[in-house]
């Protein structure tokens, strides 16, 4: 099961990322954008996705991912349980809601330099 030290040790190593913490939920931005929040009792994570592909996300594995709350419904936004997921899963899942939330030369630019890495992404 991932903890939200993972999540952290992920998120705050790409560029323009900080952590705040709001409403004891624990958030990460970039800029005023947040991209995850994970509840309180760290057992949900929300991230930015696409609104017109998260019913996809969720119908194809219902007992890992689950629609925002009613009033987030809004955003490009959807949740997953997570001890649903490994720490590859998570590691694709916080990259690509960051990448939702920079600049596309930035991440561009970040993708790029972790490709060139042993080992890469």
């Not at 947040?34 to 057992?43: F, H, N």
């Not at 899942?93 to 630019?109: E, H, L």
């Amino acid at each position: 099961m991932i903890t939200v030290d993972d999540v952290r040790r992920v998120a705050l190593a790409l560029p323009r990322t900080s952590e705040h913490l709001i409403r004891d939920r624990i958030k990460f931005r970039v800029g005023r954008i947040v991209y995850l929040a994970i509840s309180p009792d760290e057992t949900t994570m929300g991230f930015a996705f696409p609104k017109e592909e998260r019913a996809a996300l969720v119908a194809a594995e219902p007992g890992k991912f689950h629609m925002p709350r009613p009033s987030d419904e809004r955003y490009n936004w959807v949740q997953l349980t997570m001890a649903a997921i490994d720490a590859t899963e998570m590691r694709e899942i916080v990259i690509d809601a960051w990448r939702m939330a920079v600049p596309k030369r930035v991440a561009a630019a970040y993708l790029e330099s972790v490709s060139r890495r042993p080992g890469g992404v």
